[in-house]
């Protein structure tokens, strides 16, 4: 079982940056594959980016690739979220998820743990 928080959420201005962490308990995080959703007001749930277990493949949904970059770092129990040059529909609620599945999923049900999200505003 392994436990999430993220942390890093706030407001920014259009067009700036912000770094997404999810902190992971646990000593098997290498073991799950890793996701970033977020959830804006009124929409559901989606997938903004995923990583695989060793970090060596990832993907982006179309509306971040070459904005955000996806990491992660095992010996930290550590994931993050690089958002560049963000847009006021970037704003969500950002939460991260774990799968004890052999790769990485764009969906949902695929991740067994998720935390309770942080909230990223983007002001135009």
């Known amino acids: 079982q392994v436990q999430l928080v993220e942390s890093g959420g706030g407001l920014v201005q259009a067009g700036g940056s912000l770094r997404l962490s999810c902190a992971a308990s646990?000593?098997?995080?290498?073991?799950?594959?890793m996701g970033w959703f977020r959830q804006a007001p009124g929409k559901e749930r989606e997938v903004v980016a995923a990583?695989?277990?060793?970090?060596?493949?990832?993907y982006y949904a179309g509306s971040v690739k070459g904005r955000f970059t996806i990491s992660r770092d095992n010996a930290k129990n550590a994931m993050y979220l690089q958002m560049n040059t963000v847009k006021p529909e970037d704003t969500a609620v950002y939460y991260c998820?774990?799968?004890?599945?052999?790769?990485?999923?764009?969906?949902?049900?695929?991740?067994?743990?998720w935390g309770q999200g942080t909230q990223v505003t983007v002001s135009s």
């Open positions: 998820a774990a799968s004890s599945g052999s790769s990485y999923s764009i969906s949902e049900p695929w991740y067994d743990y």
């Open positions: 646990g000593r098997t995080f290498s073991s799950y594959a």
């Open positions: 990583i695989s277990r060793s970090g060596g493949s990832t």
